[in-house]
């Protein structure tokens, strides 16, 4: 079992989760004008980091949030949990 | 290299079993190859053994970073069938078929190639019509499939739940008699004896940890035991496949994930199919040494862990025990994981990469281990003749970007949805 | 503040599980029951949802209109003798009373904010009661949530999975919590409780 | 259960031990009726009455004994219990002694002492490692063979019955959880205790105190059973301090989570009633003590097998916890001076010591004398190096060891005896730690691997930390205890530490095999021996993990745990390689077997998956509806009338019934269980527009839309009707099976694309109860039960919204038609659903009414050609489905930019049509494939499919089906064949519209 602190309820089991994907990814602001590629990434290609990720999790049996997680994956470690808003790995990094 | 046979065996008794000869050779690398396959598992070795075989290639190298065959290869629930819906994969999956029919023969190693049938069961009206398609298909393509009723599901299978206490009530079930499992680590120890046998060369504990480049070419390929030059390139690195790509600076339409496996103590032979749960995810075999061994869905969160979670083991024996209520009092000895290269619409990519002469062999999520002969047949091709074989000319790399997906179950581009 | 009685409709709501509660002792029932357990009907229940940060004049409404402050940290209630207000997301709550009046427009008639919604979910939740000195063990046994009594105090309340399902629990008393789960599992989840309780023995009221 | 009457447990001492000489037990081995007492485990019971042979070995099928005393047993496993209670491959040393117990052994035929397979051992040569791979590839081919090799492996047999107990799950919270109550664990528990954390602490057994249970050990001066005793009656008073006996945690996961399995009832022939068998247990603790203890090792030498050997720590702890004789006449062989204590327990005890065999050349004064006190022989620099007897030990050759270990002398002298104890060190269990994600590290100076780094909150001590000696591990976990509480920030206490009586150690000689000939046994449970791993290294099978995978050692129900350091080390030694360089095989979960059972818990049988019902499922029920499963949800797919059998013929009569019903009169349908979303605020109908393919800005207040959404990759995700209730409310609704995902990804593109847009959204699928009333007198039933209304066109057109109440019932009427008829979607608040379902069903009497199921609504929306499951299959395209004039080309939505790719523009992409046989009867099957030609060869060119068949229409009277098909539309009026090879079908079909029924649409206005 994965605990995640979601930032509303607090520490939880990743069973009350559902498993979103990589946060990283994000949708072309203006989609009219982002070419195919930046599309084509945006749905489809995954830096798939061995190590530190950014991800979403959305808190469904709980505050329905979504919450940005920073989780190795490698030791499943959870770093650091914030808000869709939040730039995790920035925060993480400057840490230390 | 002696051949193996009985009269091997009798033989080698009478002298104690001293004069065996090595599997395969534990080499130096050499400075250059004109082919490096990195990942020795199943698929690396497979490609490596036809590319020597088929295309006349001596020149070869296969660098794993552990054990060979300790990756998925190592780690599988051994299913091998060719019940694919979708003509991308049916029919390459039927080439892998036919090939692990002649398997144990074309390595003179006994892979224990087991065509026990596979079983797919159906649990409700839609999964029954699903099925139906599927099978229809497969027929029409040339592959034996067989559709069963309730009743016949029930007189080859009595020990699922067909009480009225089962939640879901098994509708039928699409078998294909011709599938079955082999014996995992004798897939990869045959193909590493057969393709050392015609020259490649197998080095263990190397972990290639960086390329260096030239243009659009690697030039160098960096290891843990040194720099080696080569002429082509392929991965078959399976889960580690971003890891890997990432040191070109290259991204893919793929995402790690970890599956897991389970056995159980040993038992005299009970289950003699492999039978697969429709309404939940799990699916069941008995290896011959006589654990039963089962699997599910994977973990759902990216992972480069060989290890699972136990949220995951609860469903996948709750699932377990909705099909097969007797398990209940039966004990697991072990499970574990392996790190799954799931691709966007959860089938392989087999083919030519954005840098000339890197050759990928990856995506093969849940599904690679019974690919292990087409595969390496197919990527020997690809390499060898730097242009895909027709069997894997529609599983390439730009099919994401065009719209042409082989998407079996239509999840979509969400790796766990396949 | 008055009170003032809207039209509730004259026919009898029939919660999920009517007829399908026997009541009676149940289980290893040798001396006490550890548990007891019942249902919660009929309740108006209402959700309230705006923006951040809420404003003031909007929980002033909801204060003057209950009498006590809208709880604003994740995992508690307040409560008055007749209401509950339950936090289940960021601004976001539950308003729980037995069923007397027409919640829904009463609340919405008084509310000036124009960023808000609110959402008659009466009909959607059913509610079951438990307590006994069991219940805290009870309740481990479906959710992974720490119900030590001093760390799961009277008022808090978490929204979690229990036995499998969506459920949202509340701590009323030292041994007596309500549950809430979607309607149209609650008949199963009134059966995982049964079963789970047996042990202890329990009755249902 | 048994005569009471004294059977003679010849071997039983007649004092000592934890055993309740007044609570005899009778049970039955192998049908032999036998007594015990309470406080046995079933091997020290079969000890008791001189039983030996308990079982036969996994390849040569070589008689063997009880061979441990603990959770570490290779060998003596048994079929426990009888019928539906069978469990097969149970340690005989784990399991309490329960009234009535049965067993039997194991891997034998016809019986234990008349074994056919015993060739096998006589074949030995040729079943070396690997074997199997090297033939069996000639005919008759491997499935002939495999049955044979099937028969001959596998242990334990099962029926596959179904389990008459029940189980059960908890979860569990702490600051500290301590794993295993023995010194170590103990001492943790006191000292962490007194600080006040909330400690939790576990043990596999019944008994508390660890190896001390069964040691003579002094704790300051008093028997280490007094210290155990008051150091539990102190954490018993600690209200802060939860102790769980016979609970073994199995497994270290992620965050800190410990998993454990409680056997709350396995100690009893049965459960008790309310009670269930095993329990499984998630604990979530801050910091963990594994205090899990160490496993002895045997030696490796030729025959080490034969029942009568055993670990020295099993042997006395038979003597001193179980006062058994393990034998009448012992020799003691051993590294490491656990042979002297083995030797002194069990001379004082009565038993005849022989020798102790030492391969170390020196030995302490203190056991020395001892030994002399108790005239026991003692050999130093020798080895045993082969036994002798069948079904039991006669005796063994002892000769001496030249200094490298490497060969012994050519004289070897017999000693005749019956019990053999051997230890070859210990091996802290590490298990746990290595679960957790830590490496263990090889320490020569133990000659065991003990945990390294820690990888998450887990504290290895005392034992299982490499810490042997009593008081090293009473220290150890004290200062644990301490040290983790006042870390969680608890206030240090007062302790100390109490005394020991232990003599000092000489410390361990590592000895991995002793030259010889014959078979040496490492793997003992899988017959893996030493030249099996010789062989292994000859071949290239050199990595441990080849080694364990093509000798199988360690790979049996007990994991290796006695066999696999021995096993690596003698790679290590073939390698010529250091110990720490070869490395061990990975450790996995679970430490101990674990029964499937509780990992399910109690969601078997129906609760395997909830079952979720709509406010009318009562009436559905009463009113003869068959149920069918979508999702967890349970709906009625049609209803048999008085008395009809639920045959396939009158399911067809309902479903015709239903049809015909619902388009000649009224009929009714339950639609509950589609998603229903309440969408409010400000930029609602912005939010509609980017969701949804089609426009929404101009919707008027009053009316419902379709609406269609699709995936980010342009692929059809879901349709449904939403609903403008006022200028910035909505009312959505999803697809049954999609509700959960459409409100998942709206809330993600609320929440993460477009937070900034004032959008409200929660699901009030449940709070509304919704029935769909259809036929040309659905507005005449409605008419009727809520008269003061008026439900004309003008008042509610098609596709319009009207708030109503019924009886003083608020509800919701939409006309919209899945049908095509004129049709109302009536929502009531879900408590008053049945209500209103009844009061339609009663008004609608004199027009006919009739409900429906999915089966008709279904046949109903394919004679209309709307798209459902069949054809959203997650590949589609809106323009697949002919749905290109609900794609907006003046905003942006979803999946929109993604539609103009080469792939989704091919011609060839199979497009929606209706296809209906040309012999205008034959059934066409959902999942046939159409192809041009049927009898071209295979693999034969494919068309597409049929996505939804209809084998009956009871409107248009013949059957319909829906399919996708390359060139779509453009082929309509042409005949191609839909074949089920499945089925052995061919049937030529003509492809039409797939609007089959009133076309123009009509019939909406009734
Ligand atoms: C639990 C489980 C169950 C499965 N069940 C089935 C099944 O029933 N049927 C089926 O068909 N498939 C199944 N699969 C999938 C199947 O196992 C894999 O798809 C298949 O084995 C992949 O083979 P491979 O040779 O590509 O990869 P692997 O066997 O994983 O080999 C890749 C190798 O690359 C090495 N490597 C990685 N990085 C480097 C590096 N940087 N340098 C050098 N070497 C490197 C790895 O160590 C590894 O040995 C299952 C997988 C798992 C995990
Ligand atoms: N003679 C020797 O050379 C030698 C070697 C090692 C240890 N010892 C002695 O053994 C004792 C060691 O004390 P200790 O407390 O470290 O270990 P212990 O063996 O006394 O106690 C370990 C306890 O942990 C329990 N346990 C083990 N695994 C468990 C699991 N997974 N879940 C739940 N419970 C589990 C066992 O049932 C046991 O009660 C000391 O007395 C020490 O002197 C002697
Ligand atoms: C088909 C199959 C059968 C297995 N059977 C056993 C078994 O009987 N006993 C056992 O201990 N492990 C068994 N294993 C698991 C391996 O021991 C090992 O866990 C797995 O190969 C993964 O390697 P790892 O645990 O070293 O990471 C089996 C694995 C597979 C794939
Ligand atoms: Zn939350």
Redesign the interface.
């Known amino acids: 079992m994965i605990r995640i602190k979601c930032p509303y309820c607090g520490l939880r089991d990743h069973s009350e989760f559902n498993y979103i994907g990589d946060a990283t990814k994000l949708r072309p602001i203006n989609p009219e004008l982002a070419n195919d590629d930046e599309w084509f990434d945006y749905i489809y290609i995954r830096d798939n980091p061995r190590g530190v990720h950014q991800e979403y999790w959305q808190h469904i049996s709980g505050c329905r949030s979504y919450v940005k997680v920073l989780r190795d994956t490698v030791t499943h470690e959870v770093l650091k949990t914030g808000l869709p808003s939040d730039d995790l790995l920035f925060s993480y990094e400057a840490e230390k | 290299m002696s051949k193996?046979?009985?009269l091997?065996?009798?033989k080698n008794?009478?002298s104690?079993?001293?004069n065996?000869?090595?599997?395969?050779?534990?080499p130096e690398p050499k400075k250059y190859y004109d082919i490096i396959i990195i990942g020795a598992g199943g698929h690396g070795l497979a490609s490596a053994f036809y590319l020597a075989k088929n295309h006349g290639i001596k020149n070869i190298a296969v660098l794993e970073k552990?054990?060979l065959?300790?990756g998925n290869t190592?780690r599988n629930t051994t299913i091998v069938r060719s019940n694919y819906m979708l003509?991308e994969n049916?029919?390459f999956y039927e080439k892998s078929l036919k090939l692990w029919e002649q398997l144990?023969?074309e390595l003179?190693?006994?892979v224990?190639?087991?065509?026990?049938g596979v079983l797919n069961l159906a649990?409700?009206?839609?999964q029954m019509?699903?099925?139906?398609?599927?099978?229809?298909?497969m027929?029409?393509?040339?592959i034996d499939?067989?559709?069963l009723d309730r009743r016949q599901v029930e007189k080859m299978i009595p020990?699922l739940?067909f009480s009225d206490?089962?939640?879901?009530q098994i509708k039928g079930g699409l078998l294909q008699r011709r599938g079955g499992t082999a014996?995992h680590?004798?897939v990869a120890?045959?193909f590493a004896r057969g393709a050392d046998q015609l020259g490649v060369d197998i080095i263990?504990n190397c972990e290639v940890t960086g390329f260096k480049t030239k243009g659009n070419n690697i030039e160098i390929v960096e290891t843990s035991r040194g720099p080696i030059g080569c002429g082509k390139v392929g991965f078959a690195v399976a889960g580690?496949t971003?890891?890997l790509a990432?040191k070109l600076g290259m991204?893919?339409?793929?995402?790690?994930h970890v599956l897991q496996a389970f056995v159980?103590?040993?038992?005299?032979?009970?289950i003699d199919h492999v039978v697969t749960f429709g309404?939940?995810h799990f699916y069941i075999s008995?290896s011959?040494?006589?654990g039963l061994v089962f699997g599910g869905d994977i973990d759902?969160?990216?992972?480069?862990?060989q290890?699972g979670?136990?949220?995951l083991?609860?469903d996948v024996?709750?699932?377990?025990?909705?099909m097969?209520?007797?398990?209940?009092?039966?004990?697991?000895?072990?499970?574990?994981g392996g790190i799954m290269d799931m691709s966007?619409d959860g089938s392989p990519i087999i083919g030519k990469s954005p840098i000339d002469n890197l050759y990928l062999n990856c995506g093969w999520c849940y599904g690679g281990f019974k690919a292990t002969p087409g595969s390496g047949w197919v990527f020997a091709h690809t390499i060898a003749n730097d242009a895909p074989h027709e069997l894997n000319a529609g599983l390439n790399f730009d099919?994401?970007?065009?719209?042409?997906?082989v998407?079996e179950?239509?999840?979509?581009?969400?790796?766990?949805r396949h | 503040m008055v009170d003032k009685d809207y039209n509730l409709p004259s026919i009898k709501r029939q919660s999920a599980l009517d007829g399908q509660i026997e009541s009676g002792r149940f289980g290893n029932c040798k001396t006490e029951p550890g548990i007891f357990i019942e249902e919660n009907h009929p309740l108006s229940i209402v959700q309230l949802e705006t923006r951040e940060p809420p404003q003031k004049d909007f929980l002033n409404v909801i204060q003057n209109l209950f009498n006590f402050d809208v709880p604003l940290a994740p995992n508690t209630s307040k409560a008055s003798d007749k209401t509950r207000i339950i936090w289940t997301g960021p601004n976001r709550w539950l308003i729980v009373e037995p069923e007397t009046r027409d919640l829904t427009s009463l609340i919405k008639s008084q509310i000036k904010e124009t960023s808000f919604s609110i959402v008659d979910l009466s009909h959607a939740r059913s509610s079951i009661g438990i307590d006994g000195f069991m219940t805290r063990d009870l309740l481990l046994k479906g959710a992974a949530i720490d119900f030590h009594p001093e760390v799961f105090l009277v008022d808090h309340c978490v929204q979690t999975t229990f036995f499998n399902l969506s459920a949202l629990i509340c701590c009323l008393d030292e041994n007596r919590f309500n549950i809430f789960i979607a309607r149209g599992f609650a008949l199963d989840l009134w059966q995982k409780v049964q079963e789970a309780a047996e042990e202890f023995g329990y009755e249902t009221l | 259960m048994f005569s009471k009457k004294n059977k003679q447990q010849i071997r039983r001492l007649s004092s000592g031990g934890l055993i309740d000489r007044s609570k005899p037990i009778g049970f039955k081995f192998d049908g032999k009726p036998l007594m015990g007492y309470v406080g046995d485990t079933l091997a020290s019971a079969l000890l008791a009455n001189n039983v030996k042979l308990v079982g036969r070995s996994f390849k040569y099928h070589r008689p063997r004994g009880i061979y441990t005393a603990g959770t570490e047993e290779p060998n003596a496993l048994v079929a426990l219990r009888t019928d539906a209670r069978t469990e097969p491959n149970t340690r005989a040393t784990n399991i309490e002694l329960f009234d009535g117990l049965e067993a039997k052994s194991q891997n034998r035929w016809p019986n234990l002492f008349l074994d056919v397979m015993q060739i096998n051992n006589l074949a030995g040569p040729l079943f070396t490692a690997g074997f199997y791979y090297k033939t069996f590839m000639g005919m008759p081919g491997w499935h002939f063979y495999e049955y044979f090799i099937r028969k001959a492996a596998g242990m334990g047999s099962t029926e596959l019955e179904r389990d008459p107990d029940t189980y059960d799950k908890k979860n569990a919270f702490c600051d500290i959880l301590i794993i295993g109550g023995g010194p170590t664990g103990l001492s943790a528990a006191l000292s962490a205790g007194r600080t006040g954390a909330r400690v939790l602490i576990i043990d596999s057994s019944k008994l508390l105190g660890g190896q001390l249970i069964w040691e003579l050990d002094q704790i300051d001066d008093k028997p280490a059973l007094q210290w155990i005793e008051s150091a539990l009656k102190e954490l018993n008073e600690m209200k802060n301090v939860t102790i769980a006996r016979r609970t073994t945690a199995f497994g270290y996961y992620d965050s800190n989570v410990v998993n454990a399995i409680e056997s709350v009832s396995d100690h009893l022939p049965t459960p008790e009633p309310h009670t269930v068998r095993q329990r499984l247990w998630q604990i979530r603790a801050q910091k963990v003590i594994i205090a899990t203890g160490a496993t002895e090792r045997p030696l490796v030498f030729s025959n080490n097998d034969r029942p009568g050997i055993m670990l020295a720590s099993a042997a006395r702890r038979y003597a001193n916890q179980f006062a058994v004789k393990p034998g009448n006449r012992a020799v003691i062989f051993a590294n490491n001076d656990d042979g002297y204590k083995t030797a002194v327990n069990l001379a004082e005890k009565g038993i005849d010591v022989r020798a102790v065999v030492d391969s170390r050349t020196y030995v302490n004064e203190f056991w020395k004398t001892k030994l002399d006190e108790l005239g026991v022989e003692l050999i130093l620099g020798s080895a045993v190096i082969n036994t002798h007897g069948h079904f039991g030990l006669t005796g063994v050759d002892i000769a001496s060891l030249s200094s490298d270990q490497k060969s012994t002398s050519s004289q070897s002298t017999f000693i005749s005896a019956d019990l053999l104890a051997i230890s070859g060190g210990w091996s802290p269990n590490v298990h746990l730690y290595c679960h957790a994600g830590g490496r263990p590290q090889y320490e020569a100076s133990i000659a065991a691997f003990v945990p390294g780094l820690r990888s998450q909150s887990e504290y290895p001590a005392g034992a299982s930390n490499g810490a042997f000696s009593l008081i090293d591990c009473i220290t150890e976990g004290t200062n644990c205890g301490i040290q983790l509480a006042t870390e969680l920030g608890f206030s240090k206490t007062i302790f100390s530490i109490p005394q020991t009586d232990e003599p000092s150690v000489t410390p361990i000689k590592a000895l991995w095999r002793i030259p010889g000939k014959g078979k040496k046994f490492v793997d003992i449970q899988d017959d893996v021996t030493e030249s099996d791993i010789k062989l292994a290294h000859q071949e290239g099978y050199i990595s441990v993990e080849h080694l364990k995978r093509y000798t199988t050692l360690g790979m049996g129900t007990d994991q290796g745990k006695t066999s696999n350091m021995n096993g690596h080390a003698i790679m290590a030694e073939e390698r010529g390689e250091a110990i720490e360089t070869v490395g061990t095989t990975m450790f996995r979960p679970p430490y101990i077997p674990i029964a499937m059972g509780p990992l399910a818990g109690r969601d078997i049988g129906q609760s395997y998956s909830a079952k979720r019902k709509s406010a009318i499922h009562n009436w559905h029920h009463e009113n003869g509806a068959i149920f069918i499963d979508a999702g967890q949800w349970l709906r009625p797919q049609y209803y048999l009338r008085n008395g009809e059998a639920n045959t396939t013929q009158n399911m067809d009569l309902a479903i015709t019934r239903e049809v015909k019903g619902t388009r000649g009169n009224v009929g009714m349908v339950d639609v509950s269980t589609l998603g229903k979303i309440d969408i409010q605020g400000a930029d609602s109908s912005e939010f509609l527009n980017r969701i949804y393919t089609n426009g929404w800005t101009k919707l008027a207040i009053g009316k419902a839309r379709y609406g269609l959404m699709l995936r980010e990759d342009g692929i059809v995700f879901d349709d449904g009707t939403t609903s403008r209730l006022s200028e910035h409310h909505y009312f959505m609704t999803t697809t049954t099976s999609n509700a959960a995902s459409v409100l998942s990804h709206m809330e993600y593109c609320l929440q993460v694309h477009w937070p900034d847009l004032d959008v409200k959204i929660s699901s009030i699928t449940e709070q509304w109860a919704a029935m769909a009333i259809a036929g040309p007198k659905s507005r005449d039933v409605l008419q009727k039960t809520i008269d003061e209304e008026d439900l004309s066109d003008e008042t509610l057109p098609f596709m319009g919204v009207k708030q109503i109440s019924i009886d003083g019932i608020p509800a919701l009427i939409f006309r919209i038609s899945f049908s095509g008829e004129l049709a109302y979607e009536v929502n009531v608040p879900a408590d008053y659903g049945e209500y209103v379902w009844r009061r339609i069903m009663e008004k609608g009497t004199t027009d006919n009414i009739i409900p429906y199921g999915t089966e008709a609504m279904a046949i109903m929306r394919i004679e209309k050609g709307h798209v459902a499951g069949g054809e959203l299959d997650g590949r589609t395209t809106p323009d697949d489905l002919g749905m290109n004039k609900l794609i907006s080309s003046k905003k942006e939505f979803i999946g929109r930019r993604l539609l103009q790719r080469d792939g989704f523009l091919d011609p060839k992409r199979p497009k929606l049509v209706g296809l209906i046989p040309t012999d205008g009867k034959s059934r066409i099957r959902t999942g046939s494939i159409l192809v041009k030609d049927p009898n071209a060869s295979l693999p034969m060119p494919k068309l597409g499919h049929v996505s939804s068949g209809a084998y009956l229409s009871p409107t248009l009277k013949h059957p319909i089906s829906l399919g996708l098909i390359t060139g779509g539309s453009k082929r309509i009026g042409e005949t191609v064949w839909a074949t089920s090879p499945l089925h052995g079908e061919i049937n030529e079909v003509k492809i039409v519209d797939p609007v089959f029924y009133d076309k123009q649409g009509e019939r909406l206005n009734g």
């Open positions: 193996y046979s009985v091997s065996l009798i008794a009478f104690d079993n001293k065996w000869e090595r599997a395969w050779r534990d552990g054990y065959g300790g190592g003509d049916a029919l144990s023969h003179n190693f006994n224990m190639f087991s065509q026990r649990n409700s009206d839609s019509d699903a099925i139906t398609r599927r099978g229809n298909t027929r029409l393509n040339g499939a067989e559709l020990y739940d206490t089962a939640r879901f014996r680590d004798a120890w045959g263990q580690s971003g890891h990432s991204k893919l339409p793929i995402e790690s159980s103590e040993p038992l005299k032979p009970v309404a939940g008995q011959d040494k006589g759902m969160y990216n992972s480069y862990a290890k979670n136990l949220p083991i609860e024996v709750t699932a377990g025990l909705a097969i209520p007797g398990l209940s009092r039966l004990r697991i000895v072990r499970h574990w966007m099919r994401f970007r065009v719209g042409r997906s998407d179950n239509g999840g979509g581009p969400i790796p766990n």
